[in-house]
T-cell receptor
Framework: DAGITQSPRHKVTETGTPVTLRCHQT?????MYWYRQDPGHGLRLIHY???????DKGEVSDGYSVSRSKTEDFLLTLESATSSQTSVYFC????????????FGPGTRLTVT | ELKVEQNPLFLSMQEGKNYTIYCNYS?????LYWYRQDPGKSLESLFV?????AVKQEGRLMASLDTKARLSTLHITAAVHDLSATYFC??????????FGTGTRLQVFP
């Protein structure tokens, strides 16, 4: 499982509240990613990080911010959750090898009511 | 802008039959990935295809890549129920970002 954990695994929150999702890895990978998965859209990249304090936007970054203060942790924050952000969120790491494979965490199911 | 399309979106097939899932991408891609996802679970890496003509096989699944046609295929041979899952392809313009297709939900019935 590439040593990736996500917390919480499930969360229900109300519109307008802030939410932070955590991704933790144990194998010192440089690259980390946040995706959301919605029916009919596959997985879409929200933000990614290529090192401590180095982050960049993905294709659906509006309404989300990220932080990476330590190699092992990548945080995704919804400053003011909206119902359109109800989704399953996956964190991934990219291995530092020739194939550059990404390995995914178990996911967080977020419901915004 | 790199876009990835998969078809079919849904595939219902009988055990023992063969079928192919297609993955088209719109611009040059450095490599092509295939993933499997079981319901309620995370994604599992199946194959990474690096170059034109690359073919990889694992059990009843075989993936190939034609970079000139911008096409990858995932061929299923003699399907069994355990192959029921959703299959995703993903392409990358640079290795920093993956662009995923919408997935093919495969259902294998007796």
């Amino acid at each position: 499982d590439a040593g990736i954990t996500q917390s919480p695994r499930h969360k229900v929150t109300e519109t307008g509240t802030p939410v932070t999702l955590r991704c933790h890895q144990t194998e010192n990978h440089r690259y980390m990613y946040w995706y959301r998965q919605d029916p009919g859209h596959g997985l879409r990249l929200i933000h990614y990080s290529y090192g401590v304090k180095d982050t960049d936007k993905g294709e659906v970054s509006d309404g989300y911010s990220v932080s990476r203060s330590k190699t092992e942790d990548f945080l995704l924050t919804l400053e003011s959750a909206t119902s359109s952000q109800t989704s399953v969120y996956f964190c991934a790491i990219r291995e530092n090898r020739a194939l550059d494979e990404q390995y995914f965490g178990p996911g967080t199911r977020l419901t915004v009511t | 802008e790199l876009k990835v399309e998969q078809n079919p979106l849904f595939l219902s097939m009988q055990e023992g039959k063969n079928y192919t899932i297609y993955c088209n991408y719109s611009t040059t891609s450095d490599r092509l990935y295939w993933y499997r996802q079981d319901p309620g679970k995370s994604l599992e890496s199946l194959f990474v295809l690096l170059s034109n003509g690359a073919v990889k096989q694992e059990g009843r699944l075989m993936a190939s890549l034609d970079t000139k046609a911008r096409l990858s295929t995932l061929h299923i041979t003699a399907a069994v129920h355990d192959l029921s899952a959703t299959y995703f392809c993903a392409a990358t313009h640079n290795t920093d970002k993956l662009i995923f297709g919408t997935g093919t939900r495969l259902q294998v019935f007796p």
